[in-house]
Nanobody, 115 residues
């Protein structure tokens, strides 16, 4: 299993970013996928999960209405569109294979929200 996240960076409060996660080493279309994050000094926080076909999504209350998970099974890629970013969204973001915090995660991509 290999999961490679990209798209992080420095953004001002209120800004947007789209994270991508390229998956390989398993049959991507058969698995739920998700996103989690870890802020400095804190534990893993589940953010969102998407079903294998992409027809069902679930988002944590902390990001609902601001973040949207999606996937492209033809490209073996899962995305996280993040809008209206806040300073408290600063964290290392990981994609996860499976539901919840997942059974495998990538190396993460850093998102920093600061003016």
């Amino acid at each position: 299993v290999q999961l490679v996240e990209s798209g992080g960076g420095l953004v001002q409060p209120g800004g947007s970013l789209r994270l991508s996660c390229a998956a390989s080493g398993f049959t991507f279309r058969n698995f739920y996928m998700g996103w989690v994050r870890q802020a400095p000094g804190k534990g893993l926080e589940w953010l969102a999960t998407i079903s294998s076909a992409g027809s069902v999504t679930s988002h944590a209350d902390s990001v609902k209405g601001r973040f949207t998970i999606s996937r492209d099974n033809a490209k073996n890629t899962v995305y996280l569109q993040m809008n209206s970013l806040k300073s408290e969204d600063t964290a290392l973001y990981y994609c996860a294979k499976g539901s919840g915090v997942g059974t495998s995660r990538g190396q993460g991509t850093q998102v920093t929200v600061s003016s």
